[in-house]
C-alpha cells in the first residue's frame, strides 16, 4: 500500500462505532503528532471528542445511562474560521483518514508519516491563512 492512497481501498466499516477509552485516548495521542506539526506551521485545529449518552426513563431519580464515545476528531480551520479538513484514525489500519474540504474522497496516510498528512491540509488552506 502506498502511503497516500484513497480510504476506499481500507476497511472503513467501523469509522461511526462506539470506542473505549483506551482506544480514543490512543488515538488522540496519535492525532496530537499532526496537531503539533499543524501549529508549527500556523494552522488552527482543535480535536472533537463526542460522548453520547442514552438515558433510559424509568421513573427513578437516577436514570441508567449508557454511555457510547466516539473515535476523537482534528478538525483544522482557515484564518476565516472555515472548516478546511477532518483528520481521523482508521479503526485497525494505522492510518490517518484526511478529508479535504475541496476534496472528493478521504485520503489515507500511513501513520508513521504524519508530516504527509500535514502537508496535504496546508496544500489545501485557502490564501487567507495567516
Known amino acids: 500500500m502506498t502511503s497516500a492512497q484513497t480510504a476506499a481501498q481500507l476497511d472503513l466499516d467501523h469509522l461511526a462505532d462506539p470506542v473505549t477509552d483506551a482506544t ?4 488522540d495521542q496519535t492525532l496530537a503528532v499532526v496537531q503539533r506539526l ?4 500556523g494552522v488552527r485545529s482543535y480535536v472533537v471528542h463526542t460522548v ?10 437516577y436514570p441508567p445511562v449508557q454511555r457510547d464515545r466516539n473515535a476523537p476528531e482534528l478538525t483544522v480551520h482557515s484564518a476565516a474560521g472555515r472548516v478546511v479538513a477532518t483528520v481521523i484514525m482508521g479503526p485497525r489500519s494505522g492510518y490517518y483518514l484526511v478529508s479535504l474540504r475541496n476534496g472528493a474522497e478521504l485520503q489515507a496516510v500511513r501513520r508513521e508519516h504524519p508530516e504527509k498528512a500535514a502537508n496535504l491540509i496546508c496544500a489545501a488552506q485557502p490564501g487567507d491563512r495567516t
Do not use: S
Request: aromatic fraction near 6%; proline fraction near 6%.
Open 24 to 27: 480514543a485516548e490512543k488515538r
Open 38 to 41: 499543524l501549529t508549527a506551521r
Open 52 to 61: 453520547e449518552l442514552t438515558l433510559f426513563g424509568d421513573g427513578k431519580p
